[in-house]
């Protein structure tokens, strides 16, 4: 008892417990305060006595429900009254040896916090895409004006490399802009629907697209899908996520080494696996204090890349309840083990 005792008092929240027939046997001081009442006053009397409202609510009969065995209550409720003005509790209400348990927490503060960042984010969505939204209509601006400027042969030969390396910056702020329309669209899109596909299907419709650069650098894809041949999933998701690791194995490897990415499927009582390994540079995973899936993040700044890749494959698994794992070594290729979920 005094182990019970000394959790009653320690906690925040209004914990009450009751008999079973919902007299009050004991209740910490966080629970006198809420209902205003002294220790001597609150003992021994009936719930309805200590919540003259709890009928009209409809409680009173849900906690009647869970001392004959049913599941435990939960709630959140909003109260208006003179005396605690408007405030919303979290109400939790479980079965005990002695009969009834009512947890009682003030969340008004947190949901005031919730709506706030709600807002805050709504409006720094907004903010990114007016951003992005007006810097296309300059930019398209300046690259006609580029364009007039080089056909018109108005560079003198002497300013011909400062004139390629302002083409090569707006060319950079057009990527950037492309790219945060990429994010954006992500972000804003609802789940498309899934169906049921054939992950050799998704491989091929991809090398399709990369069949150059897969020519060029004489890249080897093994591809194992006898484990989990389909899946049911988005076509477009699945298709996004193949392209941009395939893209990123190319990108990456190493030099003087042929290229090989090795693609195998799973099927765990938890669901559906797709891995994707290759032999290419590698990453020192310890050395970075960001998240490699951050938007931006790029691990390997010698080779040309935006950072993005990665940022968009992590959302697209997230948003379907999956999620990622890496294993990788410098020199020594990466693993992504991939969860997509059930089908």
Do not use: W
């Amino acid at each position: 008892m005094t182990i019970l005792k000394d959790f009653l008092e320690n906690s925040p929240d209004s914990i009450a417990i009751y008999d079973k027939n919902l007299n009050l046997l004991e209740i910490n001081d966080s629970g006198l305060q809420l209902l205003k009442v002294t220790y001597k006053q609150a003992i021994g009397r009936n719930i309805k006595t200590l919540s003259p409202g709890i009928e009209r609510t409809g409680r009173l009969l849900k906690y009647k429900a869970v001392i004959g065995g049913g599941d435990t209550f939960m709630s959140e409720d909003v109260t208006q009254s003179k005396e605690l003005g408007k405030k919303q509790f979290s109400v939790r209400a479980f079965l005990t040896s002695e009969g009834l348990a009512v947890v009682t927490r003030d969340i008004t503060e947190l949901k005031k916090t919730e709506q706030q960042l709600l807002k805050t984010n709504q409006r720094l969505e907004e903010l990114a895409y007016i951003a992005v939204h007006d810097m296309k209509a300059p930019l398209t601006n300046l690259q006609s004006l580029i364009k007039l400027i080089s056909e018109s042969d108005g560079i003198k030969k002497e300013c011909k490399g400062l004139f390629d390396k302002v083409i090569t910056c707006i060319g950079s702020m057009d990527s950037t802009v492309q790219t945060l329309n990429t994010v954006i669209a992500i972000q804003e899109s609802h789940l498309p629907n899934s169906e049921y596909i054939k992950f050799r299907d998704v491989l091929n419709t991809v090398k399709d697209s990369l069949v150059t650069q897969i020519k060029e650098a004489k890249v080897k894809i093994r591809a194992d899908f006898s484990k989990a041949s389909d899946i049911y999933y988005p076509h477009l998701y699945l298709q996004s996520i193949l392209q941009n690791l395939i893209t990123n194995s190319i990108k990456y490897r190493q030099p003087n080494k042929v290229p090989l990415i090795e693609i195998k499927t799973l099927e765990k009582d938890d669901g559906y696996y797709l891995i994707i390994k290759d032999n290419g540079l590698g990453m020192d995973l310890d050395s970075s204090t960001d998240n490699i899936f951050r938007l931006f993040k790029r691990m390997h700044t010698h080779i040309e890349g935006s950072g993005v890749g990665l940022y968009i494959v992590n959302s697209l698994v997230e948003s379907h309840g999956g999620n990622i794992e890496v294993i990788s070594e410098i020199n020594k290729g990466t693993t992504f083990k991939i969860y997509l979920g059930y089908e």
